[in-house]
């Protein structure tokens, strides 16, 4: 699973951005005006406030989403938290391709393994992600994890003291719905000042603003008319790769007026 940081490095962490779009932003910009981009090269991909609202939705729930996911694979689950050896999830996902989102840049996607510009990209993203774990961020994450699955333990154990008395599940729910606000970044608790802005407290409002803007100084410095160009590359390889997967294989039929 990719790191909150990993997506909030937008351009700078292309590969990890690409699984942003295919599985979160899409959904924000909504089904039918997403086909309709894909179809156009000449559409931006939805737009500005659209996409910093997806970022916004994605780093406000992330905590709750780990939780949920941790809870359910454990140990089996890997993260770019978890201090060990491994790539990135996007080495498995996009096999053998680097974005290079450069003006003048020969290729926007090198696919040559052999080429400087794919090791440099390759060496970028492997040091990011081994500064990123030796952070205090990846220790606190861990925390958050081992923490929320104890308070789930304990509700099972307060509500199931013995197999012969019925859970109170709706106290149980109760319970473990404020446990998973508590998780959420800026909807949380109260402290965390819950409800201005319909619900999002001041420093998501902030975050909301500041990627907006990032946003648009990418789009007016051009580095968006690359990354969607890249990006439409990746998708369409994508979809025709599944489409391959999808189509039934012919049965081969005997021809019995020869036998």
């Known amino acids: 699973m990719l790191s909150l940081e990993s997506i909030e490095r937008r351009l700078e962490n292309p590969k990890a951005y690409y699984v942003f779009y295919q599985f979160f932003y899409k959904a924000a910009v909504g089904e039918g005006r997403w086909k309709d981009c894909m179809d156009s090269s000449d559409v931006r991909i939805g ?3 659209t996409e910093a609202f997806a970022l916004l939705l994605f ?5 709750a989403w780990l939780y949920e996911e941790k809870l359910t694979h454990g140990e089996a689950l890997w993260t770019e938290y978890d201090s060990t050896g491994k790539d990135s999830i996007v080495d498995r996902l996009l096999l053998d391709q680097e974005f290079v989102l450069e003006e ?3 290729e926007l996607l090198v696919r040559d393994t052999t080429k400087q510009t794919y090791k440099k990209a390759v060496k970028a993203r492997k040091d990011w992600l081994a500064e990123l774990k030796s952070l205090p961020v990846c220790t606190e994450m861990m925390r958050t994890w081992r923490q929320t699955a104890c308070f789930e333990e304990v509700l099972v154990n307060e509500n199931e003291p013995n197999a012969a008395v019925p859970a109170n599940k709706k106290e149980r729910e109760k319970k473990r719905r404020k446990l998973m606000k508590g998780l959420k970044k800026w909807t949380g608790l ?3 000042g819950e409800r201005k802005f319909k619900g999002w407290s001041d420093n998501g409002h902030k975050a909301f603003e500041q990627w907006t803007m990032s946003i648009k100084n990418d789009v007016s410095n051009g580095r968006y008319t690359l990354w969607e160009k890249a990006f439409r590359e990746v998708h369409a390889k994508q979809q025709e790769a599944r ?3 999808d189509e039934p294989v012919k049965k081969y ?3 019995r007026s020869v036998v």
Not at 59 to 63: F, G, M, Q, R, W
């Open 59 to 63: 780093a406000n729930n992330y905590k």
């Open 104 to 106: 003048g840049t020969e």
């Open 253 to 255: 039929t005997v021809n």
């Open 47 to 49: 737009n500005d406030t």
């Open 243 to 245: 489409r391959s997967e």
């Open 190 to 192: 109260a402290d965390a």
